[in-house]
């Protein structure tokens, strides 16, 4: 049996009707780009987030160099994020001319360690003489940039506390994180919304994916809102009249239309997601593989939100990884490594002088991590095979 690690066809042929009307009634606009189909998704993931504002933008790494830019951060800048995640996140940061600063992952969620944040807040930056927190090359730390991995919120309840003791912004990295819930102070909150501005991704492989690229920045102030507006459009204001330079980050209208069609559906997309991880947890606990990997936990299950965790990718880990994935690529079974190297591993970051051994979990979970098929459509008799070819490597 042949089982991909993600298969859209399924959700293609049941929405393919609203969707090409969709792209008929665009054609027949005539209009193409940031029209009413851009406002109407704006205004639909805004409500369904609950935040103040969205800006519609044309990718997920769009949408966090266009927040950067906004936000005025450049050179002699540091934004400080996880050294486990798509190369995006570091990549926006370098290419507005600041410094990623990378920081290890709790091993358990795979997403930013707040204890070791608070150790390099604390033990390797010092006070400038503006006041503003530095690091020991003399950047000033401009923001906390934490990254929802897999569909998992992270800790944002202590990354806020330590945020505000020492005075700096936060945003989100919420590419893989749309509708994923967190228990934020007394309430529930959506990825994206806890901080001044979140970014989304709407890559075709996205619990939420377009025909193709799309982005969307939440932001909580309209002054913010209103640059991001100006950004996605080269910085233009009216027209030809340059305040500052931004890019081209515009959404388009055919992609605004398709995810306005998809919308309603994610939240059961999601459920449909965690169907499947609880089946794959009650399987691999049943035969007793928890002791030989470790399957995604789920530490906001138990506050009673229904989105604790939304399943972008369900990831397990094992120090056999690599003939595990092996032996599931002659089963055609589909998997991915999200990420086969940490941040500070990449070529391109040497610059920033990281060593083997700077973040041993990112290292360790880089050479453990194996992504297995999730998708909602993924049908009972798939997700068992995929179990029985787990569990046939182990046994
Ligand atoms: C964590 C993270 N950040 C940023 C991005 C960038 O999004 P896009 O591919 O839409 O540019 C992605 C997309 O894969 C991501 O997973």
């Not at 042929?13 to 008929?24: E, F, K, S, Y």
């Amino acid at each position: 049996m042949r089982v991909p690690l993600l298969d859209l066809s399924e959700q293609y042929r049941v929405l393919a009707d609203p969707i090409r009307a969709q792209l008929d009634e665009v054609l027949a606009s005539q209009s193409f780009i940031l029209g009413p189909k851009v406002a109407a998704f704006e205004e639909a993931i805004r409500g369904y987030c609950g935040a103040p504002h969205a800006i519609g933008v044309s990718s997920g790494t769009d949408a966090l160099l266009a927040l950067l830019m906004a936000l005025e951060i450049g050179p002699g800048a540091a934004v400080i994020t996880s050294a486990y995640s798509f190369f995006a996140t570091a990549g926006c940061i370098a290419r507005v001319g600041a410094t990623p600063v990378l920081i290890d992952i709790n091993p358990e969620t795979y997403n930013i360690c707040p204890a070791a944040l608070e150790r390099f807040l604390t033990e390797s930056c010092r006070r400038g003489e503006d006041g503003s927190l530095c690091t020991r090359a003399g950047e000033t730390i401009r923001a906390i940039l934490p990254v929802h991995l897999f569909g998992l919120c992270c800790e944002m309840n202590a990354i806020h506390q330590i945020s505000e003791f020492f005075q700096i912004d936060v945003i989100e990295d919420a590419a893989q994180a749309i509708g994923a819930e967190y228990p934020f102070g007394g309430a529930t909150a959506k990825a994206g919304t806890m901080s001044e501005a979140g970014c989304f991704s709407f890559y075709p492989s996205k619990n939420l994916g377009a025909a193709g690229d799309a982005g969307m920045v939440l932001c909580r102030d309209e002054a913010l809102a209103q640059r991001l507006r100006v950004c996605r459009q080269h910085g233009m204001e009216p027209r030809y009249y340059h305040h500052f330079i931004g890019g081209n980050f515009r959404l388009d209208e055919i992609q605004a239309a398709i995810l306005a069609v998809k919308m309603p559906f994610l939240d059961g997309w999601s459920a449909a997601r965690r169907a499947v991880a609880d089946f794959y947890r009650e399987e691999f606990t049943r035969v007793g593989l928890t002791s030989h990997l470790s399957i995604p936990v789920e530490p906001y299950r138990e506050r009673g939100l229904t989105n604790h965790h939304i399943y972008h990718q369900y990831v397990i880990r094992t120090p056999r990884r690599d003939s595990l994935r092996e032996h599931l690529t002659r089963k055609e079974i589909g998997t991915a490594i999200y990420y086969p190297l940490g941040l500070h591993e990449q070529e391109c970051f040497s610059y920033l002088g990281y060593n083997e051994g700077d973040f041993p979990e990112t290292e360790r979970a880089a050479q453990e991590t194996l992504a297995l098929p999730m998708y909602p459509e993924l049908s009972h008799e798939a997700q068992r095979y995929v179990a029985e070819a787990v569990s046939e490597f182990f046994a």
